[in-house]
């Protein structure tokens, strides 16, 4: 047994002066008195410190308000940032392979990130834009269901195995895989039927522009630089209004159709460059989406815009030494809520 300070019990303990008070006059821990010294007793405190009062107090506890998701007050709070940094396994990894057959692909920690502050455990979420199966994995890591809808037979073959390979035998099971058109798909869905929308779509025809970073990394190694030569698939459309139209009102306002009252859309998107224009991309869909009219009911308002941070990224001499032309490091997760008219 030793005899701790007070402030050499705060320490060991982790606790803020606040909370340590609490414990004290809660009758958890004792202060002992020898002549003018007090101090605790260490035993006591680590017999405390195996309690589920003293992991609540390091940990917090979930509102019971909280309908929204599984997160205390302490580990909500960051999560309010305007801003995260991406997170990927690099390309050499092992859980890498099929992801990176994708032309783009996006990361399943990120999508994983807003599915744990949008969502609870056992909630549903639709994916329109279904890819290699990244939300469908960030589901089936965090305990959550997925409605993966993917036009191309290629990816959605591979997003089904990608599952049964990187998380484990009967994973993708747990799980709706729909090879189909979602402007087609979406409209066969029960209004109200999911708690969370999350997807990157296709950001109009930049993936048919091969530029330099297009062939360093894509065509010199043979991959794949389009989703596929559908005609039903928006990367193909040539005009960039009608690919807008179609997106916003085909598929976005059909997702916010059969998401419930008082959920979200979490829409992954980054502007881009066509040729000597640049086109904002994320701007265009707040401007068409906020405050839009959803069809069978109710109104889609933003709520936020996070900005997600791609710092690890190559930087590429775009203009040098003529003009400046942006290495766009950073995409838009454009955040809207369902709310009742």
């Known amino acids: ?14 606790l803020s002066r606040h909370n340590f008070d609490k414990i004290i006059n809660n009758g958890f821990i004792t202060i002992h008195t020898i002549g003018d010294r007090k101090y605790i007793d260490s035993d006591d405190l680590y017999t405390f410190m195996q309690t589920n009062n003293y992991k609540e107090l390091v940990e917090g506890t979930v509102d019971s308000r909280n309908s929204l998701n599984d997160l205390t007050g302490k580990d909500w709070l960051p999560e309010t940032k305007s801003f995260f940094y991406q997170k990927g396994l690099g390309a050499d990894s092992p859980e890498a392979q099929i992801e990176k ?30 890819g290699v199966g990244s939300t469908a994995k960030a589901c089936e890591l ?24 990187e998380v484990g035998e009967g994973a993708s099971e747990n799980h709706i895989f729909i090879n189909g058109d979602s402007c087609a798909e ?6 109200n039927s999911f708690d969370f929308m999350v997807t990157s779509p296709p950001y109009w025809g930049i993936l048919g522009k091969q530029d330099q970073k297009v062939k360093t990394n894509r065509v010199a190694n043979n991959l794949d630089t389009k989703y596929s030569e559908d005609e ?24 916010a159709r059969l ?19 640049f086109i904002s991309f994320h701007s265009d ?6 405050k839009e009219k959803i069809p069978d009911g ?44």
Request: aromatic residues 12%.
């Open 186 to 191: 979406l409209l066969k869905m029960k209004t």
């Open 259 to 277: 998401i419930k009252f008082n959920k979200y859309m979490a829409l992954v998107v980054s502007d881009f460059r066509d040729k000597s224009d």
């Open 142 to 165: 965090n305990g959550r269901i997925c409605t993966s809808i993917e036009l191309s037979k290629k990816w959605y073959d591979l997003s089904k195995k990608r599952l049964e390979m």
């Open 298 to 341: 109710g109104v889609l308002k933003l709520q936020g815009v996070k900005i997600l941070l791609q710092n690890h990224k190559n930087l590429l001499p775009y203009g040098y030494p003529f003009a400046y032309v942006e290495n766009i490091h950073h995409q838009y997760v454009l955040i809207f809520k369902k709310y009742k008219e």
């Open 232 to 255: 039903r698939d928006l990367g193909n459309v040539k005009d960039y209004k009608e690919f807008l139209k179609i997106l916003v009102d085909r598929i976005f306002l059909q997702c």
């Open 285 to 290: 869909l707040i401007q068409k989406l906020n």
């Open 1 to 14: 047994m030793e005899r701790l300070t007070k402030a050499r019990a705060m320490q060991v303990s982790e």
């Open 101 to 130: 057959l994708h032309p783009a692909p996006y990361s399943f920690q990120d999508i994983g990130h807003l599915i744990v502050f949008f969502t609870k455990k056992g909630m549903s979420v639709l994916d329109p834009f279904g």
